[in-house]
């Protein structure tokens, strides 16, 4: 049994990195369009809306990553059994 709890970890870990990491991507990507954008509104009242739209969409996305990262971990066991259970068996074919 300690051989699939390492296994479990291992994939929640990995699959948390991921996640991280995607957020960061995304915290980079909106900062990055912003800057390169920011001369083509036009408008101060423009880029202040614009500016609005995207710290809404970074923290819902935040929000919504860090709430499926809560979730994974409180199913942890039962997800990745599942996931290690039909990949032990596909490798047996």
């Known amino acids: 049994m300690s051989d699939l709890n390492q296994r479990i970890e ?5 699959d948390v990195s ?5 957020v960061i991507g995304l ?3 909106i900062i990055f369009v912003a800057i390169g954008t920011w001369d083509l ?9 614009l500016l ?5 969409v970074l923290l819902f996305n935040t929000a919504a990553i860090l709430a499926m990262l809560r979730h ?3 199913d ?3 997800m990745y059994g599942l996931d290690i259970k039909f990949l032990d068996e596909a490798r047996g074919r």
Request: overall charge positive.
């Open 10 to 14: 291992a994939m929640h870990k990995r």
């Open 18 to 22: 991921v996640a991280w990491a995607f």
């Open 27 to 29: 915290w980079f990507a």
């Open 41 to 49: 509104a036009p408008s101060s009242a423009a880029r202040t809306v």
């Open 52 to 56: 609005c739209a995207g710290g809404v």
């Open 72 to 74: 994974y971990r409180e």
């Open 76 to 78: 942890r066991d039962f």
